[in-house]
């Protein structure tokens, strides 16, 4: 296992729990699962559940956990997402070993158990429309009544669930549910249903089922299969835990597994729900499962999140029972507090001017020394070149600039790093009145950025040599959404504030030529600009194109 991912993970109340059963005796081994429906690509608050499950198997003596497909809706799951959902797992560190399963391989199993049930009198099959089935439910205020089918003989029950089983009848014809009581105050418990005609194909099982299990018969039964000790799952399912030991009561199942719920991971300025983020995808609001701006593990990987920092974001956040909202700025912090130890710095002009040194002899060029990380040396120094025509930032020059403005204007020495002090002398100006080009003079004697009579400069700006250097796109991101809380707004009207500048793209930036030589797994840091990393879809030998992961600084915090 990745050894990074090796840090017990803080405590929390499940792991108290887990620790009163194991001090009790009551499991020799902790078995828990991540249980994905491969019906979308992972996000953000799917890894919070992978690291709360997959921690728990690394931190406990010989507890494991099981990746399981709970792949139970042919209808809406492929197999694109089955390898997505794996290597997203993979990637954040986790390691599902021999543990590979699918609600599918338990589709026979699951059918003998309800059998077990209809030969038990505690399922029917009921031949309500769906419509009736709704008016009989009752709601929250009012009981529901029974259906006139919920006394069948066991015998037509097994017969007709066997005929739905081999595909005898139409879609919603038939339905097998649970009998437990209509008047349940838990609407859950008023006889849910436990199977559905469906003829539609599997990816896994073909066509030899035309009936498909519920989620909240299937769940528990396959972690019993399973063995799972503590089946942990997302507040939703509280009420859905009374059936949940329902079902595991009534059946002779291998074991008993104790569902414990906490509270789903929701981010500010984003949307997490499947619905949502397929409806994304499929508008073309964005470029697909992986675009950088989405909070899906692929987009994360693509934009240069690490898998360190979504698993140290993880710890942090931890895992309770109370509902809340947690700020992007969370994440994006754990993610500087990583990519600030593991980047090199490197030198790129986004918005460049030229700058040129008047008193540089014209043919003259030489190396200078960069360092590669200011608290790491290891990382070591590189040669970066140096010539008359270089580039800057735009914004690094400013006409008639207040005294604080400590970087270019007339008459103002200004340290390039690690290379010398340069005093602007003049600009040119097109015939609008803009600035094309800046010039200054050199001093000779502050080689590395150092002079030796002690003067002192205030401002030090980046640039990179004009004939060195290699030209790339960059993308700037922002928030995908301009409110905190866009899943709160009208049905449908999330997307009305999405916001339109969350993608920025600089086509003309001018890198230093060193980065023309990063791997696509390769985070940088441009100095005074961010953290960077090229994008793994578009970026070509020829064509880079690199990703702002995440400024240096919060902006949001100060627009709050
Ligand atoms: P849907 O949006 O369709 O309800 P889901 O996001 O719950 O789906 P699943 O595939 O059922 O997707 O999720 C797999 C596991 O991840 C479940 O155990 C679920 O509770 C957990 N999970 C999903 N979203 C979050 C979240 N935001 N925070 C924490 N855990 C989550
Ligand atoms: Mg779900």
Not at 425 to 454: A, L, M
Not at 462 to 487: C, G, N, Q
């Amino acid at each position: 296992m990745n050894e990074s991912t090796q840090d017990p993970s803080p405590s929390n109340f499940i792991r108290h729990i887990i620790d009163a059963d194991i001090a009790s005796a009551k499991h020799q081994q902790i078995v828990t699962r991540f249980p994905p429906e491969p019906n979308g690509y992972l996000h953000i608050g799917h890894a919070k559940s992978i690291c709360l499950n997959f921690g728990i198997a690394q931190d406990y003596p010989n507890a494991v956990c099981h990746l399981r497909f709970d792949d139970t809706n042919p209808g809406k799951e492929k197999t694109e997402y089955i390898d997505a959902i794996k290597q997203d797992v993979q990637w954040l560190g986790f390691d599902w070993g021999d543990k590979l399963h699918h609600t599918s391989d338990y589709f026979e199993q699951l059918y003998q158990y309800a059998i077990a049930l209809v030969k038990q009198d505690k399922a029917y099959v009921d031949s309500l429309s769906a419509d009736d089935i709704r008016l009989y439910r009752g709601n929250l205020t009012e009981p529901g009544k029974d259906s006139p089918f919920r006394n069948r003989s066991v015998e037509e029950n097994l017969d007709l669930l066997e005929k739905m089983k081999t595909g005898e009848f139409a879609e919603g014809e038939h339905l097998l549910r649970a009998k437990i009581d209509m008047a349940a105050p838990n609407i859950n418990l008023r006889d849910p249903a436990i199977y559905r005609i469906k003829h539609m194909a599997h990816p896994m099982t073909g066509d030899s089922w035309h009936i498909y299990p519920m989620y909240d018969f299937a769940h528990c039964v396959s972690d019993a299969i399973e063995g799972i000790t503590h089946s942990l799952c997302t507040l939703e399912f509280e009420d859905h835990r009374p059936l949940y030991d329902w079902f595991l009561d009534q059946l002779q199942t291998p074991a008993h597994p104790q569902q414990i719920e906490f509270s789903r991971l929701n981010l500010d300025y984003t949307v997490m729900s499947k619905r949502k983020l397929h409806e994304l995808v499929e508008g073309a609001y964005v470029s697909g499962w992986n675009d950088p701006r989405l909070p899906t593990l692929s987009g994360m990987r693509r934009r240069g999140y690490t898998p360190a920092a979504i698993r140290d974001f993880c710890s942090r956040i931890g895992v309770t029972k109370k509902d809340n909202i947690v700020e992007m700025s969370v994440l994006e912090n754990s993610l500087r507090e990583d990519l600030n130890v593991i980047a090199p710095r490197a030198l790129a002009v986004l918005d460049p001017i030229k700058l040129i040194i008047d008193n540089y002899p014209d043919e003259q060029e030489e190396m200078l020394s960069g360092i590669n990380h200011p608290n790491d040396q290891a990382m070591g120094l590189r040669d970066v070149p140096f010539a008359k025509e270089l580039y800057i930032e735009r914004d690094d020059y400013m006409e008639d600039a207040p005294k604080k403005f400590f970087r270019f204007t007339e008459g103002r020495e200004v340290r390039l790093r690690f290379a010398y002090y340069v005093t602007c002398t003049h600009v040119v100006k097109d015939t609008n009145g803009n600035v094309t080009e800046v010039h200054g003079t050199y001093d000779p004697d502050t080689r590395g950025g150092k002079s030796e009579d002690g003067r002192k400069v205030k401002g030090t700006i980046h640039w990179v040599s004009a004939k060195h250097a290699v030209t790339a796109e960059v993308r700037l991101y922002d928030r995908l959404f301009t409110i905190a809380d866009p899943a709160a707004a009208k049905e449908g009207d999330y997307k009305d504030s999405l916001n339109p500048d969350s993608v920025v793209t600089l086509k003309n930036c001018q890198l230093e030529a060193s980065l023309a030589q990063t791997s696509l797994e390769q985070r940088v840091q441009f100095e005074r600009q961010g953290y960077f990393c090229q994008d793994s879809v578009d970026s070509k030998p020829n064509a880079l194109v690199f990703n702002r992961i995440v400024s240096l600084r919060d902006s949001w915090a100060k627009k709050g």
